[in-house]
T-cell receptor, first 109, second 114 residues
Framework: TQLLEQSPQFLSIQEGENLTVYCNSSSVFSSLQWYRQEPGEGPVLLVTVVTGGEVKKLKRLTFQFGDARKDSSLHITAAQPGDTGLYLCATPSGTALIFGKGTTLSVSS | DSGVTQTPKHLITATGQRVTLRCSPRSGDLSVYWYQQSLDQGLQFLIHYYNGEERAKGNILERFSAQQFPDLHSELNLSSLELGDSALYFC?????????????FGPGTRLTVT
């Protein structure tokens, strides 16, 4: 079973700061999904990356997929309190998804 | 709102008891997935149903079972509950069977076993 390691586990920053969180595996990803989960809610898909070296942008969020498809990063520019939440990476395994344990981000104003 | 509904929102019960969690997928989605989320294990896949048939099992205990009904809603049955079963249980739905497709998660059921 493929294991996804996310780092850092926790991140607490001030509004306006930039940050990067990471998702790594020892195995190649067929594809990778990033989800955000807010307290009391289920995860919501942010983006799917498929091709090695791919970069996708979603407003202030930039997602990169490593050339070897073994790692991915999520960069947030000028973080806002609304970005607070648990960021999860996931990869398909058969018919389901395997999730990393996530990075808990807290952005204070 | 993902379109996936789960009931109840919260459930408190005692060890040894049995509970049923219910999920209604998004309109048109044939796949239903169940996940368990705990602080130490993270979000873990339990079981997948597609159009009424079981398609895959993950880390699901023998004390747990699920089914998907003809109207596509699903139920997760947890029996002989233990303290360690306390967790968030999520249902997700998808239009297809592959994990490559986006899964839409419900708001979850928080189970507390005392």
């Amino acid at each position: 079973t493929q294991l996804l390691e996310q780092s850092p586990q926790f991140l607490s920053i001030q509004e306006g700061e930039n940050l990067t969180v990471y998702c790594n595996s020892s195995s190649v990803f067929s594809s990778l999904q990033w989800y955000r989960q807010e307290p009391g809610e289920g995860p919501v898909l942010l983006v799917t990356v498929v091709t090695g070296g791919e970069v996708k942008k979603l407003k202030r969020l930039t997602f990169q997929f490593g050339d070897a498809r073994k790692d991915s990063s999520l960069h947030i520019t000028a973080a806002q309190p609304g970005d607070t939440g648990l960021y999860l990476c996931a990869t398909p395994s058969g018919t389901a998804l395997i999730f990393g344990k996530g990075t808990t981000l807290s952005v204070s104003s | 709102d993902s379109g996936v509904t789960q009931t109840p929102k919260h459930l408190i019960t005692a060890t040894g008891q049995r509970v049923t969690l219910r999920c209604s997928p998004r309109s048109g989605d044939l796949s239903v997935y169940w996940y368990q989320q705990s602080l130490d294990q993270g979000l873990q896949f339990l079981i997948h149903y597609y159009n009424g048939e079981e398609r895959a099992k993950g880390n699901i205990l023998e004390r747990f079972s699920a089914q998907q009904f003809p109207d596509l809603h699903s139920e997760l049955n947890l029996s002989s509950l233990e303290l360690g079963d306390s967790a968030l249980y999520f249902c997700a739905s998808s239009p297809a069977t592959s994990g490559r497709w986006e899964q839409y998660f419900g708001p979850g059921t928080r189970l507390t076993v005392t």
